[in-house]
Nanobody, 126 residues
Framework: QVQLVESGGGSVQSGGSLRLSCAFS????????MGWFRQAPGKEREGVAS???????SYADSVKGRFTISQDNAGNTLYLEMNTLKPEDTGMYYC????????????????????WGQGTQVTVSS
């Protein structure tokens, strides 16, 4: 049974940092694309970062240079390190696992992902 559980959200001021964690189970990480998404009120869910089976990372243009996606050596936790946070980074952040590995523009599309966590709230104040 696939499970994804996010944690680490909170409220910070603009310019601050947070590290989100996604503890997952029920599958082998190395065989799957995993990603972080966020959704602000009234907006569509958007892809933030992904980590593919070849360890290649992809980022949305809005977070490049500020966010870093990684996994732990044990292979059962996915992280999203977020620095220089801005108010527009506010939203519910979700961890997700793919239907099947993909590449290119598909890695940051929500439709490429089958399993989702419950989300963790990030609020950045100005």
């Amino acid at each position: 049974q696939v499970q994804l559980v996010e944690s680490g959200g909170g409220s910070v001021q603009s310019g601050g940092s947070l590290r989100l964690s996604c503890a997952f189970s029920g599958f082998t990480y190395s065989a799957h694309l995993m990603g972080w998404f966020r959704q602000a009120p009234g907006k569509e869910r958007e892809g933030v970062a992904s980590l593919n089976t070849d360890d290649s990372a992809s980022y949305a243009d809005s977070v490049k240079g500020r966010f870093t996606i990684s996994q732990d050596n044990a292979g059962n936790t996915l992280y999203l390190e977020m620095n220089t946070l801005k108010p527009e980074d506010t939203g519910m952040y979700y961890c997700a696992r793919d239907y099947a590995p993909c590449s290119g523009n598909w890695v940051l599309r929500a439709t490429s992902y089958k399993y989702w966590g419950q989300g963790t709230q990030v609020t950045v104040s100005s």
